[in-house]
């Protein structure tokens, strides 16, 4: 949780040296008023001092303030008689921002933070593995089940786009009825297109359709490396038996797979595994506010400082490490990692995104413990440019 760290009280009297005492800086901030049981006034903003000012001050103060005509639009909102102080934290980045401003809005609006902010649920592709007869489509919501979960996307549309392109490489159904197995059954488009097991009218075994349900999930879960490394296999099999037809056909299907992964975004993952660490600016000067995702649930920041950390008789990666190597206690609630999913596919895919992220490499089998698999040489160059031409970073003892 990031509180709302700074506090002040507000007197009218005494209005323009409270807001010269404000900064001038990116925050987020809450009015509090006299009344107990009134509900206090949340916002995010670049300028703290100049959005008080605007809330806060006399009205007929106004700087470049002009007679509003009697026809026009609503006027200003003042809360200046109505305020007993103000609670806020400055931010170094909009990510930040928005995350600070979700954990307020969860707190004080449980019943509407999500329209207050316009956060629309993530969009995932589902596999149902509860189903006997599982198929991939695109869910917006997280449910208490068995499911594979593989997201988030831009959009529904994106999602849908790539589950059509790279549903065509193989043959689970795509169909929304219920699987009966009648031989009866005539099947559908898919079925006479050869692009579907058919197991509708029992066209495969139970068996058959399990297997090519695995390699899906191992598609999705390996983003494609699976299926790339097993037809290069092949490939060179092929190959090595003279038989060229087939080495072609296969080397067509490794082409038509390089061009599906191609429109796969950096972001999705299967959810399990979405671990990833972002960069941003943080708030204090000459440092790096380092945000853990694990399992697609966004950490509180913890602060790189570099003009401290080049006193210190400990390399970078050490620190790091030690930052990195815990893991979070329990799993989020479902609704709420959801709305974490929403922040990360807000900030992910917005232009210009500012900051950086770096993904965790999947972990090994048997997994291992401690930081195995984080880049951390490419982090540490990474807060480089995030931190711009500021001091050059410590060097190793």
Known sequence: MLPLDQVAG????????????LPARAAVYRLETHA???????????????SCRRLLAPPEGLAGARPAAPSASRPRLNLRELVARIRYRLTGSAFEQSLVLHQQARELFPE?????????????????????????????????????????FPSRRAAEEFAREFLALYKIRRCHIKIRRDPAFPGCIYSEMKMCLAPCFA??????????????????ASRGRSLAAQLEADR????????FERAAAI???????ASVLRHLP????????????????????????????????????????????????????TILSEALEPEPEAPLPLDLLADHLALLARWFYSKPRAG?????DPPPSPPASGTAGWPLRRIIRACARVLGPQPLLPGPP
């Not at 507000?10 to 005492?21: I, T």
């Not at 107990?36 to 100049?50: E, V």
């Not at 509860?130 to 979960?149: K, M």
């Open 251 to 257: 080397h067509k299907r490794h082409e038509k797979l």
């Open 356 to 360: 950086e992220i770096l993904f965790r």
């Open 236 to 243: 060179d099999q092929a190959a090595s038996t003279e038989d």
């Open 203 to 220: 066209g495969c075994t139970k068996p058959e359709y399990d297997a090519e349900v695995a390699h899906v999930g191992s598609f999705l």
């Open 112 to 152: 509407s933070y999500r329209q207050r902010m316009r956060l629309a649920p993530p969009t995932l592709l589902k596999l149902n593995l509860a189903n006997d007869y599982p198929r991939c489509y695109v869910a917006r919501r997280i449910a208490p089940d068995s499911a594979f979960y593989f997201g988030p």
């Open 10 to 21: 507000f007197d009218p009297g005494r209005d323009e040296e409270f807001l010269a005492a």
């Open 36 to 50: 107990a049981a009134a509900r206090p006034y949340l916002r995010a903003t670049a300028d703290l001092r100049r």
């Open 266 to 317: 950096d972001l999705p993952r299967k959810l399990e595994e979405l671990d990833a660490v972002i960069l941003q600016p943080a708030a204090v000067e000459g440092a790096v506010a380092l945000f853990r995702v694990c399992a697609g649930a966004v950490g509180d920041p913890f602060l790189l400082n570099f003009r401290e950390l080049s006193a210190m008789p400990r390399s970078l990666e």
